[in-house]
């Protein structure tokens, strides 16, 4: 167990329709990344904060957006969703942005 | 990601070790990673490298690194049937942003 928590462990929605994926980070880690894991494009980075503020973003949609609240868990807003989102999503946190540890993600289907 | 490259498939007798090699063509890259995910799982971060280091040795795991080749490897000592899953290599660079390569899926036979 790596002490990140996400849920739903699995979602599935509709074309159009607009989720919320929620992680909880490991105990005094301040950063939480966002991930995307699809059989084409493989893990791909999407977006970091660091104690509530954006720090880096990454291939992530202008339809897809994140936050962290000051109890340091982060949301991943999916909207407008497309069958092409149809993904596993991974939260992973980090106290010193060298050793990231990943929670078991979000398997989002998109029908 | 395509700035890191696995080969996709690796099969093992049990018992015997595994390598599985990895590419990466930033060369400021800091840190390099073996990441391991089994079926239904997340990514379970199994070590890392920092990039003026040649070696890494955590019990039955070795990791070599070739700088000037930009070559990563990982050696699994003694491979047993847990150790089939997908591995990942992954580089950071100096805004700690992880890039992974395609995953490489060992098998291992009895």
């Known amino acids: 167990d790596s002490g990140v928590t996400q849920t739903p462990k699995h979602l599935i929605t509709a074309t159009g329709q607009r989720v919320t994926l929620r992680c909880s980070p490991r105990?005094?880690?301040?950063?939480v990344y966002w991930y995307q894991q699809s059989l084409d494009q493989g893990l791909q980075f999407l977006i970091q904060?660091?104690?509530?503020?954006?720090?880096a973003k990454g291939n992530i949609l202008e339809r897809f957006s994140a936050q962290q609240f000051p109890d340091l868990h982060s949301e991943l807003n999916l909207s407008s969703l497309e069958l092409g989102d149809s993904a596993l999503y991974f939260c992973?946190?980090?106290?010193?942005?060298?050793?990231?540890?990943f929670g078991s993600g979000t398997q989002l289907s998109v029908l | 990601g395509e700035d890191v490259e696995q080969s996709l498939f690796l099969s093992v007798r049990e018992g015997d070790s595994s390598v599985i090699n990895c590419t990466y063509t930033?060369?400021?890259?800091?840190?390099l990673y073996w990441y391991k995910q089994e079926p239904g799982a997340g990514l379970q971060l199994l070590t890392y490298?920092?990039?003026?280091?040649d070696m890494k040795q955590d019990q039955r795991l070795t990791v070599l690194l070739n700088k000037k080749d930009k070559h990563l490897s990982l050696r699994i000592a003694d491979t047993q049937t847990g150790d089939s899953a997908i591995y990942f290599c992954?580089?950071?660079?100096?805004?700690?942003?992880?890039?992974f390569g395609a995953g490489t899926t060992v098998t291992v036979r009895a």
């Open positions: 992973a946190s980090s106290v010193d942005g060298v050793e990231l540890f």
């Open positions: 105990s005094g880690d301040l950063s």
């Open positions: 904060y660091y104690n509530g503020e954006e720090r």
């Open positions: 930033d060369s400021s890259s800091t840190y």
């Open positions: 490298i920092f990039s003026n280091m």
């Open positions: 992954a580089e950071s660079r100096s805004d700690y942003k992880l890039s």
